[in-house]
């Protein structure tokens, strides 16, 4: 066993407050207390440094046809280091489509032998095996997968394109199951290519087909859609992430050629992050190279930013924007690990939860190149990385590859709701 003395614990408010923590694998014991124990085999001073959870990011695109274990090694490296402890795996080009228990076994073991990080995974309906693509699907939800992804049109030739009228036949066939699906794409019936309003006019059109089914959507750059989702999210079980990448460009003019269009004339999306009013931010990140000809709906971020994006997000939002650090450690941890079924293992600071530690330092200063070359000095360092109490990241050098595959613990919480926005 290991235990952290003088560490400072964020709360609910802006306070901290000063404990020891007492874990192995899972954090045993939290208290202001001394802590005694027969069987301590290293005792570590914080020195009244700050504990945060692991980051839990719902959603990356790293499994491509070429290189996907170099890529899962690459990648869930260069996120650990950046105090990134848990992924959930959405692949858009996947050429062993998550389709059947033995998709699951397939990729279990790929994510084990390489990934430097715990990873759970996103199955696939398949229509093509109509009339039992919903019992397989609900197969794979029964043996933890996080959830099921919609792509609408399917950039994959591997994954047949749901119609809405398959994807409303699919909500009912499985409805008692409170399954979570994802929901990423266009009204490409309508529209020849991507565009915001395109992705709005799918959504809307998924919304009027729901059955109360849990829908999350990975990835909202369009302030109309926004705000559309946050009137409706009290009447219907949706939940959205906002890609970090874009906030970079919002708020420090990071620049990666992305398009969004987050400000309106009230500039109002500052208030929706100080207010809790945001669910989840993501990386979006996705190997390159995409295929060519993909639509934009289905290009993701550079892994270059993992290293950094967790401490930008306290650096900007908390330190320099005052936004409660609670509410950060929501969009970035615990929502997340909640989405995905993970919660309470993943995604907070607890007994009984694993030892998923970022060790970080306010006092210091990290500089940051960015990819587009810009410089930035972020307040505070990441100083190190535990993952299911083993030290990860120290000095920035990275542990050998001990990542786990991780299986859904509990389903999303139906509302059972009375009225419906339609």
Known sequence: MKLFTNVSLPTSSAAFKRVNVLFNETIIKISSDDIQSDELSEVIDLKGKIL??????????????????????????SALLGGWTSFAELSYFNPKPIFHL????????LIERNSFLDMALWGNVNIASYPYHAEAAQQLWSQGIVGLALLYPSPNQHIPTLSF????????????????FAFQGYDFEEDQEFSFQSQDNAIKKLLRRIQENPIHIPYISYFPTLEFLNGIYKRTDISYALNIADLMKF???????????????????????????????????????????????????TEKLLPYSYLWTLSELWKKRKIPLATVIKMTSENSAKRLGLYPTK???????????????????????????????????????????NRVVQKGKVAPASGSFLFRKNSPKRRHNTTSWI
């Open 251 to 301: 708020f420090s003019g990071i620049d990666l050629g992305q398009e969004i269009e987050l400000d309106d004339p009230e500039h109002q999306l500052f208030d929706l992050l100080r207010t809790n009013k945001i669910y989840m931010l993501s990386n979006n990140v996705e190997s390159l190279p995409v295929p060519e000809q993909v639509s934009l709906a289905f290009r993701g971020t």
């Open 165 to 180: 009228s398959e994807i409303m036949d699919l909500f009912l066939d499985i409805y008692e199951s409170d399954t979570l």
């Open 102 to 109: 033995e998709d699951i076994r397939y990729w279990q073991e």
């Open 347 to 389: 995604g907070c600071i607890a007994a009984g939860s694993d030892a998923d530690f970022v060790i970080y330092n306010p006092e210091k200063e990290t500089l940051f190149k960015a990819p587009d070359g810009s410089m930035h000095k972020l307040e505070g360092s990441i100083e190190e990385v535990y993952l299911r109490g």
């Open 52 to 77: 945060l959870p692991g980051a839990v990011d719902a959603h990356s695109h790293i499994i491509t046809e070429k290189d996907a274990e170099k890529n899962l090694a690459h990648i869930t490296k």
